[in-house]
């Protein structure tokens, strides 16, 4: 089977998420989270990309990621998941795979789904009755975005910034939101999206993809669409890869 083409774009926030080799632990201690983070802030800088959420789960992460060039997040995500995996290898005493394929993405709407999409990723220790609170959970960007602490791997994105006229207020803001449930259809678009590698957004932001990656957007789903499950009819060569990596929630 012919793999999915990654759409990438320069500027536009992707979710991505990386699964262990099914659905295996790959965070093992306290100390392997240390690592991964610090291996990832290293691979933001490198690659020109601002890291906005994340969370850190037992087998998987989430990290949502806008890249300055189209091909930053594959390069971050092999430099980040080659890194790991050698180090796991090393500490453990293990060998063979440790990711479940390549790494799922997807390009989110920054003006309709970007915030939820925040929410899904810091709420998933809560959605996986781990903790009660995103607060009591220790690996996930919520301590900074919702509650001020400092982290060097987080850049707020523009719409969290448009919360509100200074960082008191948009956290204020921010931790508002948490006091409802995220809406099912945002959820349900947010794990579609990303598992079948399609934008997750309104029909003016699936045509601005289209017109400047020169694609035809699929459905993802079965039916007498030309387009195939999860994939894209190519009109033209565009600056899309297909690299290693990984699964989601």
């Known amino acids: 089977m012919a793999r999915t083409q990654r759409l990438n774009l320069p500027g536009v926030p992707q979710h991505v998420v990386q699964r262990g080799n099914n659905r295996q632990a790959c965070f093992f201690n306290d100390s392997d989270c240390v690592f991964y983070l610090k291996t990832l802030l290293e691979a933001c800088q490198k690659h020109q ?33 080659r890194t790991y995996v050698r180090y796991v290898n090393n500490i453990y005493h293990r060998t063979g795979t440790l990711w479940e394929g390549r790494f799922k993405s997807s390009m989110v709407d920054s003006t309709r789904y970007l ?30 975005n919702a509650l001020g602490e400092q982290c060097e791997l987080i850049t707020p994105h523009e719409r969290w910034l448009a919360l509100g006229r200074n960082d008191k207020d948009r956290r204020r803001a921010y931790l508002d939101l948490f006091t409802e449930s995220l809406d099912p259809k945002s959820v349900e678009d947010i794990r ?13 932001f699936k045509r601005m993809i289209e017109t400047k990656l020169q694609i035809r957007l699929g459905t993802g789903k079965r039916g007498r669409r030309r387009a195939k499950w999860g994939q894209v009819q190519l009109i033209k060569e565009s600056p899309i890869d297909s690299d290693l990596t990984q699964l989601i929630d």
Not at 55 to 68: E, G, K, R, S
Not at 192 to 199: Q, T
């Open 49 to 81: 990309c601002a890291l906005h959420a994340f969370v850190l789960m037992t087998n998987h992460a989430h990290l949502l990621i806008t890249p300055q060039e189209g091909d930053g997040v594959s390069r971050l995500m092999m430099d980040l998941g």
């Open 115 to 144: 915030i939820p999409c925040y929410r899904y990723i810091e709420l998933n220790p809560v959605r996986a009755n781990m903790v009660r609170f995103p607060a009591e959970y220790a690996w996930s960007s919520y301590h900074a």
């Open 192 to 204: 579609f999206g990303v598992s079948k590698g399609l934008p997750v957004g309104g029909q003016n």
